[in-house]
């Protein structure tokens, strides 16, 4: 059996974006081993002056790191272990101000590391190094992001999936766009991204 890395940023309550990862975690039963890292009660370290340096120091200089260094990597280093031991992973978060929220952009950074998920090649390119996995990214916006001008200021699935085809992760998003422009209907935009959830895993056993 494969594992699963579900990563979710779900603090609201009755938050729809958690609607939909009930609905992996259900639809995943049997098919998966799954570790859920909720970033609402376990965030990811921002990258600050101390552990910054110390990942600079380390994956760029390759220069070994002082007992208090390794202590301040300590925190990205976990949440890239849980990666890298990961043969699939599920993004789920709402659309904040047209992008990602700050926890699931600070839990990107912890884990896009050089010489750990991607490099750079000697002709100064950039080749992932986590090309066996695959990621399932779920979101969820108040406005429609779907068409029209609108479709422009979605920099939240382009960022995410940038970030993934970075480490050499293919990754495929459902969406459930409209749920505060379209109120009436936010029910069933969320059961037709519910129903796409469990088409995609029923379809892809292993994905």
């Excluded at 990214?137 to 406005?143: C, E, F, K, Q």
């Excluded at 993934?164 to 037709?192: E, F």
Aim: one cysteine or more; a negative charge; proline letters at 3%.
């Amino acid at each position: 059996m494969n594992k699963t890395l579900l990563v979710s940023y779900t603090p609201r309550l009755e938050s729809n974006t958690a609607k939909l990862v009930q609905t992996f975690i259900q639809a995943s039963e049997g098919k998966s081993e799954i570790s859920h890292l909720e970033l609402a009660k376990e965030p990811a370290p921002l990258l600050l002056e101390e552990n910054l340096n110390a990942l600079l120091k380390r994956n760029y200089m390759g220069m070994e790191l002082t007992k208090s260094e390794n202590i301040a990597v300590d925190g990205a280093d976990k949440m890239l272990k849980q990666l890298q031991e990961a043969d699939r992973i599920v993004i789920a978060f709402p659309m904040y101000n047209f992008s990602l929220p700050a926890a699931v952009k600070a839990w990107i950074d912890a884990i896009i590391q050089k010489e750990k998920t991607f490099t750079i090649t000697e002709k100064g390119r950039y080749k992932g190094l986590c090309q066996e996995k695959r990621a399932l990214i779920l979101m969820t916006a108040g406005g429609d992001y779907s068409q029209g001008p609108a479709k422009d200021m979605n920099y939240a699935t382009p960022l995410i999936q940038s970030c993934m085809n970075l480490m050499g992760i293919d990754s495929h998003t459902i969406t459930a766009y409209g749920l505060n422009q379209y109120m009436d209907s936010a029910d069933d935009i969320v059961a037709g991204a519910q129903q796409e959830i469990v088409g995609y895993v029923d379809q892809n056993s292993c994905w």
